[in-house]
């Protein structure tokens, strides 16, 4: 038997080791890549956010103070705060009191101070702002901008600038954000392409083995609904993770900076308040799940029993099963009812932890106001309403990140079922050092074949024994389809024999080359028998054949009248999914893909389509030509071409029931008899029983 490579299945057994989804998309890609052009431009929305919170606050101050200056300050005061605003604003009256030097109280403690200078003014802009900001460490940034930008020293015009200023901001954030989801997507994009290059590859290796069908639409489910699934939650998954982490924390910032102690005593509650929701929707999801699962399970156990009516009757077991039916009845009413019980207790459950987390919030806002109305010198009411903000938007930003390990699971759970697949290893490989094949010419013969089909655990081949004699045409039948199938697919190792083996001339085919082997025995079938491209391009089938090569093989295989009437002859494209092209049409045609190549064994499975009598006459007269000379065995589906082969080898139950031409058998083979009745007596159904 062939020897895999050993590199190979290390490879494969230390990939399954790892993690579906981190197989697919490990951490360290969404720091290269078209991620990591995200993660730039997820830093880059932070600050915007940061600055878009600065601004509003900004805005908030000038909505409040509306410009307006109203403060009794010390001459020190007074002179700074003319600095601040580059111009004159004390009174003329007071101008002697402000130059007066610094009073100190303990120097003079007989003297009294001297007396407060008014500033009033109106319409001045950020100026209340820059004033009550003065001692932040962002103060200086505001006063330099309130010295340098003249429409900020006005209210409406610094009204107007914040706004432009916000709405620029917000469009730039937006702006970035679309580039970080553009990245997201693309790096997604990418993962899903990889992974359909590698469920191309890995149908390459396992589509050849699929005998049922089932492989091939396992893979194109994976290949299409799967991939396609893991693609979004993929783009989901690296949105969020580049983008709200970043967001969290510059939020987090804004609120420290707004006021440290207040952050400190909003932080716990918050948190506390976070983890009682989170605790109670996943409590209350679990009891719906564990009761829905219980109910489902019963209620599916008194469903089968609606399919035992037959075997209850016959042997006389209607009381018992009628116990037995109306226990597991009440057994899904009780899970149901503790399911009701379940929401309903969850419900209320959910009422009062939003009714504490409402509790906690009001008091802790009620603290805040309190803290405000005492003319707190560290705490504003725009710097109260920005706050609040920062912690509405961390909440918010917080419950949207903490669905990342969801979407990473449900990721994950797809990329199980994708790395399922691809982590099979093909039955069928080169054997190590594989000899040249010659092509058939004495005798092809299986000894002792057994195979059991891979999906279904079906055996279809039980030491099958067959000689076939080069030069000869046969036609392979089956009781079940898959046997004789099965049976002409191991010839060319399109399956790998669970013991036996396949000899042509002496040789051993499993230790053959596989090019040598299947470039001298074809298996032609109709079934996804259209490449995209030309017809040309179709029987070339990527080999090296010239125009009158390709044009003798066609009309061999009497496909050229039909593609010369097509608009653009063998230049035709075609398209495998949108063609013109009939089921004989297309059965020509892969005839003369097989046909240039002149090969020495010919399997050809007719298709199942109804044929017009033109494409019969027409298939006769191939045959009588590429037969000739040739071993070519038919997986029948006319009689025409069961009475014109040498011999019919019948399978059945895994093994040659019987074998011989059509006129001997039809005489002396029941189940050949049998088999002939089934498939070709257009009056088969009037003896069927009525169902």
Not at 365 to 382: E, R
Not at 449 to 467: C, V
Request: charged share 20%; net charge neutral.
């Amino acid at each position: 038997m062939p020897i895999l490579n050993f590199q190979f299945k290390s490879t494969i057994l230390s990939n399954a080791a790892q993690r579906p989804f981190d197989r697919a998309f490990a951490n360290r890609d969404l720091f290269r890549g078209a991620a990591r052009v995200g993660l730039f431009w997820s830093i880059a929305s932070a600050l915007l956010t940061l600055s878009l919170f600065a601004v509003a606050g900004l805005i908030l101050g000038l909505c409040i103070h509306h410009g307006v200056v109203s403060l009794e300050l010390t001459g020190a005061d007074a002179r700074r705060i003319e600095k601040l605003a580059n111009e004159r604003l004390v009174p003329p009256e007071f101008k002697a009191i402000a130059d007066l030097p610094p009073f100190d109280m303990q120097a003079n403690p007989s003297a009294s101070p001297p007396p407060l200078i008014p500033i009033i003014r109106d319409d001045t802009g950020l100026l209340p702002t820059v004033w009550n900001r003065r001692d932040r460490w962002y103060g200086p940034l505001i006063a330099w901008a309130y010295q340098n930008i003249p429409t900020l020293q006005a209210t409406v015009p610094a009204l107007v600038t914040l706004l432009l200023l916000g709405a620029v901001l917000t469009l730039l954030r937006m702006g970035c954000i679309g580039q970080v989801k553009r990245s997201a997507r693309r790096a997604a994009l990418e993962m899903s392409a990889q992974l359909r290059r590698n469920i191309y590859r890995s149908n390459l290796r396992l589509g050849v083995e699929d005998l049922e069908g089932h492989t091939t639409e396992r893979a194109q489910k994976l290949f299409v609904t799967e991939t396609e699934a893991f693609q979004n939650h993929l783009f989901e998954y690296i949105d969020r993770t580049l983008r709200l982490p970043a967001e969290l924390v510059v939020i987090f910032v804004v609120a420290l900076l707004i006021n440290p102690l207040l952050t400190i005593e909003w932080l716990p509650p918050v948190i506390l308040c976070w983890y009682l929701l989170f605790q109670g929707n996943a409590r209350a999801l679990a009891a719906r799940r564990l009761a829905a699962d219980r109910g489902n399970h019963e209620l599916q156990v008194l469903a089968d029993s609606l399919g035992r009516s037959r075997l209850i009757r016959s042997y006389g077991l209607e009381q018992a099963e009628q116990e037995l039916f109306h226990d597991h009845l009440e057994q899904y009413t009780r899970n149901m009812k503790l399911k009701a019980r379940a929401q309903d207790d969850t419900l209320w459950l959910r009422i009062f932890v939003y009714m504490a987390v409402v509790a906690v919030m009001v008091f802790l806002l009620f603290i805040t106001l309190v803290q405000l109305a005492t003319d707190s010198p560290h705490l504003s009411l725009s710097e109260v309403l920005v706050f609040l903000a920062a912690v509405v938007a961390l909440i918010f930003t917080a419950r949207e990140l903490m669905r990342v390990p969801r979407i990473r699971q449900e990721a994950s759970d797809i990329a199980t079922r994708l790395f399922q697949y691809l982590d099979q290893i093909p039955q069928v490989s080169q054997a190590v050092g594989a000899r040249f094949l010659n092509p058939l010419a004495k005798r092809l013969q299986i000894e002792q074949a057994s195979f059991t089909a891979p999906q279904s655990g079906r055996p279809l081949l039980d030491k099958l024994d067959l000689i076939i004699d080069a030069n000869h045409t046969y036609a392979l039948v089956g009781i079940e389809p898959h046997e004789a199938r099965a049976a002409v697919m191991a010839i060319p190792r399109f399956i790998e024999l669970k013991s036996g083996r396949v000899l042509i001339d002496g040789e051993d085919v499993a230790w053959a080359t596989l090019e040598s082997l299947r470039s001298e025995i074809i298996f032609v079938t109709a079934q996804a028998a259209i490449f995209p491209g030309t017809i040309l391009d179709n029987i070339r089938a990527g080999g090296e054949f010239t125009l009158q090569q390709c044009t003798d093989a066609a009309k061999e295989a009497h496909a050229h009248q039909f593609i010369v009437g097509l608009l653009n002859g063998y230049e035709t494209v075609l398209d495998p999914r949108d063609h013109q092209l009939n089921e004989g049409q297309i059965f020509q045609l892969a005839l003369a893909r097989a046909l240039v190549r002149r090969p020495a064994l010919l399997i050809l499975e007719e298709p199942v389509a109804a044929l017009d009598d033109d494409t019969k006459a027409l298939l006769e007269d191939t045959y009588d030509r590429i037969t000739p000379g040739r071993t070519v065995i038919f997986l029948p589906q006319r009689l025409a071409t069961l009475k014109r082969v040498d011999e019919i080898i019948v399978v059945g139950h895994g093994r040659v029931e019987a074998q011989g031409p059509h006129s001997i058998l039809v005489k002396d083979s029941p189940i050949y008899r049998h088999w002939e009745y089934l498939r070709f007596n257009e009056f088969r159904h009037l003896s069927e029983p009525s169902r």
